[in-house]
Nanobody, 127 residues
Framework: QVELVESGGGTVQPGGTLRLSCDAS????????IGWFRQAPGKDREGVAC???????RSYADSVKGRFIITRHDVNTVDLEMSGLTPDDTGVYYC?????????????????????WGQGVQVTVIS
């Protein structure tokens, strides 16, 4: 069992920066891969980035490469640093626990493979 609690988010102008944090707890938290998904109104939930539990292997969606950075520190805390934000980045961002193999294999965009979800935080990019 893994419990996930997100923090951060908010409203920012285009080109701005935001940081999201995910605190993972529970007996399986250390061994889990952790990822971030987002869902815009009327769209499917999509994987943004994910990171493995051990060697720190990371994978990013093409749409965020070079702008978003996912880091894992204190083992159970995963941050998503988002820069160069655009209105297309608007949505609810969810932290997710998954098999540690998925980040290693570069398979961050498989919501059906997620074991546990956080409650989500809103990110709005608007002029």
């Amino acid at each position: 069992q893994v419990e996930l609690v997100e923090s951060g988010g908010g409203t920012v102008q285009p080109g701005g920066t935001l940081r999201l944090s995910c605190d993972a707890s529970g007996p399986r938290a250390v061994a889990s891969g952790i990822g971030w998904f987002r869902q815009a109104p009327g769209k499917d939930r999509e994987g943004v980035a994910c990171i493995a539990s051990s060697d720190g292997a990371r994978s990013y969606a093409d749409s965020v490469k070079g702008r978003f950075i996912i880091t894992r520190h204190d083992v159970n805390t995963v941050d998503l640093e988002m820069s160069g934000l655009t209105p297309d980045d608007t949505g609810v961002y969810y932290c997710a626990a998954m098999s540690p193999l998925l980040p290693v294999l570069g398979r961050c965009n498989q919501p059906d493979k997620v074991d546990h979800w956080g409650q989500g935080v809103q990110v709005t990019v608007i002029s």
